[in-house]
């Protein structure tokens, strides 16, 4: 299927059309697998980077975190390609970044080359977090909008499992060299990604509003809402123009009107990161050091706390569509708060062996909650003209956010004793269940055109021809 669709479309089964749109997520969403794989893969290479080098602690600690640096800058400028070149380029571009990172990362022979590849590579994981989602989001129709769009998420945790399992094989097979092969094997999904971008549409929203392609954009809406007829999509395609703003008109990002999603994007991002997730997914191992379970910390955190945020994921993915966006926070904050406080609690009291199963608790609501409505719901709540800057600045808070706590927790492990740090966690996520139950709208189901004017940020004005005025 390529871009220029053949109205021909409208007359296969709706089935197959669904089938089509599934297949067009899946590969967007693939983009999340090498997010997943390319932020893991590198735990099982580090000590002998480390060793083989020489490196001194500041040269490792530069070489390890420049991918996520990367990932802070990615996050920040993917928006402009997504909306200047359009979605599906930029998911290409994705790939490339992916695959030229994962090949130099392998043959590098210095430190700041590493870093470079390194840095590479994490650009195309921040830019794929402001275009997988929004593109998902913008060709599924309303009813299957959170399934599809949270197989993201469910991608990037899966690549966190196969880079657990390809280091393990990879490290078991050994030699001296086994560190090059753990790190040039995303060559290969990266390359099968980029390949499979080729076949997918543009997002007919950006055909709309960016390059005003109605026959195009008409001919991917009878793919995504398979159940329509003619007159039905024609009518889709003025709703959308009529929620954007015209052509020619310059639109503002940081105005009152975008006031209320911009909140609320720059909230569940940096909510995300106050949960602690990341810190007890980078640093469980001294978690578990603090409860005298030293030995079995790597099995705690590759596998038991891999295949517990799988499990949990696919159940929020089943939730989602059926139970909302709202509930599933709901659910996740209450999850959060129990398991926090137990930890916190358990550190208090010496009832360490409180601290393995709770951690296991607090995954399972992150993975439910959280992890699986954080991206559908950024790309669900912008207008359509601004919803890659608003992605990007959603993905960029995420990622600030990130890379703060991964930066001072060492810090935070060093002055304050356990139950303060996973107090202060759960403190936070006590906060975040009020901003749930007082501003955080249900978007379950609903068109983006009419999330927008639930959210104030959208003012139709007709203009000649059916081409609105927001």
Request: glycine fraction near 12%; charged fraction near 15%.
């Amino acid at each position: 299927m390529s871009e220029d669709t053949p109205t021909r479309v409208s007359a296969d089964a709706p089935s197959s059309r669904g089938m089509r749109v599934f297949f067009w997520s899946l590969t967007a969403a693939l983009a999340g697998f090498l997010f997943g794989f390319d932020t893991v893969v590198i735990s099982g290479a580090e000590q002998t980077i480390q060793r083989l080098w020489g490196l001194s602690a500041g040269l490792h600690g530069l070489a390890m975190g420049s991918a996520l640096y990367g990932t802070v800058l990615g996050a920040l400028i993917g928006g402009w390609p997504a909306d200047r070149l359009g979605r599906r380029p930029t998911l290409l571009a994705v790939g490339i970044l992916y695959f030229v990172s994962a090949v130099w990362s392998a043959l590098a022979t210095g430190v700041y080359s590493f870093s470079l590849a390194r840095f590479i590579g994490g650009l195309g994981v921040g830019i794929a977090t402001v275009a997988a989602p929004m593109y998902i989001a913008e060709i599924s129709p309303p009813a299957r909008r959170g399934r599809l769009a949270g197989m993201f998420q469910f991608n990037i945790v899966f690549g966190i499992l196969a880079a657990f399992l390809s280091n393990a094989l990879i490290g078991w097979w050994g030699g001296e060299s086994a560190w090059r092969w753990m790190l040039g094997v995303e060559a290969v999904p990266a390359l099968l990604y980029t390949m499979l971008c080729l076949g997918i549409p543009e997002s007919p929203r950006w055909l709309l509003v960016r390059r005003g392609d109605r026959q195009r954009a008409l001919a991917v809406l009878r793919w995504v809402e398979p159940e329509g007829g003619a007159e039905q999509w024609k009518a889709r395609v003025e709703e959308i123009l009529a929620a954007s703003a015209a052509p020619g008109r310059k639109e503002r990002f940081w105005s009152r009107r975008l006031a209320r999603p911009i909140l609320l994007a720059f909230l569940i991002a940096m909510f995300n990161q106050l949960s602690g997730i990341n810190a007890v997914l980078y640093f469980a191992p001294r978690i578990f050091e603090w409860t005298g379970l030293a030995r079995q910390a790597a099995l705690l955190q590759s596998v038991g706390i891999g295949l517990t945020n799988l499990i949990f994921t696919l159940v929020g993915l089943w939730l989602i569509d059926r139970a909302g966006r709202r509930t599933l926070l709901y659910l996740g904050s209450v999850g959060y708060i129990l398991s926090l406080g137990m930890v916190a609690l358990g550190f208090v009291t010496g009832r360490y062996e409180w601290v393995p199963p709770f951690i296991f608790l607090f995954i399972a609501a992150h993975a439910v909650g959280q992890g699986a409505v954080i991206w559908v719901f950024i790309a669900e709540i912008f207008p359509n003209r601004q919803r890659a800057e608003g992605q990007a600045l959603g993905s960029f808070t995420h990622w600030f956010f990130a890379a703060l706590l991964t930066s001072v927790f060492p810090r935070m492990a060093e002055s304050l004793p356990p139950a303060g740090i996973f107090g202060f966690f759960c403190l936070m996520m006590i906060l975040q269940l009020l901003w749930v139950k007082w501003m955080v709208p249900e978007t379950k189901g609903v068109p983006l055109e009419e999330i927008q004017k639930r959210l104030g940020s959208v003012r139709e004005t007709p203009s000649p021809g059916g081409l609105g005025d927001a």
